[in-house]
């Protein structure tokens, strides 16, 4: 967590009331969140595809159409996540903008608003206008410049993450840092993705998105925790231009690694979990058919519990594979099984079972981390998508959490 | 279990050394089943959409386009599903047929196969052959004809099942008699679904297989326990047309209750489960866009897990409705409740909580008969999707069951 800030970006964080004091918040309860650029910023955002967004996130995607190159803030809060709110909820998204405008004597439309946590109850707006105040002072003090201030927002950004989640990347002579907050799942209705990544890097509005878009169908697109997404998910980006331009492959190479790296921290991090799953799919004609592949395998049910289970059960894997509604010619399929990093172990070649050893088999599975391969042998493209498995914690946390 | 047999069809079930002598099984694990017309039957199937479909599924794919309206015999065997078993599976599945038309008289191609068990592994077919040597003989004495013969037959098709599934209706003067195994869950790669209904209606085979495929997407197709579908799931009819004509619409309606009620059966016998949920959704634009929405939040971890629980999450349940990849207007959405056959408790209206009581609602969820209806506000159409909630016993009986 010693990753170096990005130039002319200030962080900041303050507890505003609005989680509650519990120990699974680390007893501080931070959870409002501040992100301010000296300079303005070509912004972009990639955004939840349910149909329940939030209000927030209606909010973004209205701001950055209206003022792409000049964003200036990101707010943030955690702990009540201002979805199902209604034209209330919209108005409290606005006014939590407004606020940090006025805070930071900033122009109107410039700053951007997230927020994650319950569904379904208004936003505290009296907390969050108190808490505006301070995270403002708070940002423009020496605070806000130094890895204390990263930190403290990172850690304000967070429901029921074990930690905060940061990660830094250079390209050429510019940054790019990353926070997320992840899709633990002790509490469901808190368990939306957010992320932010700042760069000094110039890049146009345009050219940014398309990167994060493309970035993002790598990374936090190609995590699944529970196959259920938010009604809060955001990515933002924001670009201050101070350390001018950048060369665009090697910048959407290093933002695409930085967001694998923020997604699987996510993972890594889910509550319940006991081990961290890749599921590589390979020899598939397009990589969108080899993703909706592995997303079919990375949801299972069964493989899940298997994986929990150190159940080496490649039938299900196939089996997954054959409800994708990728077309598939079973006899080309072969699968492979490694832990820890270790050499891939080969267990069904042309769609049948080899006679494998069922021990090296079980040995791989109880490996805490588990790589299933799936050659589809149509083509030459592949994805992975990264996963956890499916276990008696899960079912506790998510069964009980508010009885 | 006093369900009336069908005029010209015989029953009978043998144990032949496949299936485990387990206490799972019951002790007596009958493992072989035969049903067999005296009269030739028109004849239809709707089988996994798989893409890994098993060899019997290959098999009878081919027979019924072959001989759709001469058909005379069923055989199942449990235990092995002779599934991703490749040029040998497809030449065991044809030599199972064949064994049955030899033991029976039969002329090539008359009979059908189905096999449900563990994937990978060959088909025994020195002990398919004894079998089915046995069941013939049996089929053909008194047992055949009577209830004990159905029962035998209903349980030589189960896997996991905690009970044989068999079910009857009427319509005018003809009978329809249907037997099902289920989706139980504690073997997964035992998971297969299998139903066969037969009767003494005289019907066009293209005609029944219209009918057959409706009657399954309103029942079988609307089940869910845990979203994986097999590769050997199949459902067969056989309409020996010894009652002569029927009101090909009162046939569908009765076709289709029989299919819906062998359906619930298997998912209130799903292993682990320990709730039954109806989720129906209403208002949608049609009843694919409705069953979709239901499908999507039947198969949600966070709501069936939720459910275990007994916490009336209503925010889940617009959330998953949310990703189903339905459009949807939030402002339009309204949510009830209810338990046990009991009133309809409203939650949300107009996409929003109401000032809901929360004990009456928490009420609801310790019901072990669960109703969430959905209204979407923007047509006529609906669906009703079963399911069973997500328990730890679910996941002890699928991590384990191998290791």
Redo the contacts between chains.
Sequence with gaps: MTERGVPGFRFAGVACGMKPQTAAYGGRALDLALIVSDAPCAAAGVFT?????AAPVLYDKQALQANPAAMRAVVINAGNAN????EQGLADAAAMAALVEAALGLPAGSALVMSTG???LPLPVDKVEAGIRAVAGLARSETGQGSEGRMLSAKATTTTDTKPKLAARQVGGASLLGMAKGAAMIH??M?TMLAVVVTDAALEPAALHAMLRRAADRSFNAISV??????NDTVLALANGLAGPVDPAAFEAALTELCTDLAQQIVRDAEGASKFVTVRVTGATSEASARQVAQTIA????VK??V????P????V???????G???D??C?ALWFAGDGGAEYQV?S????LAYDEAEA?RIFTCRDLLIHLHLGAGAAEAMVWTSD???D???L??????
């Design positions: 595809q349910n149909r329940f967004p979805a199902c709110t209604g319950v569904i379904g469901p209705n368990a529970d196959g259920d997404t938010s009604t949801t299972s049910l069964l519990t298997a929990y289970g150190g159940d059960n490649w039938g299900l196939l089996a997954a594979a054959g409800r994708s990728i077309e598939l079973p006899a399929a069904v042309a769609g049948a079972p079980a499916l276990t008696h899960y079912v506790s998510n069964a009980h959490y508010r009885t």
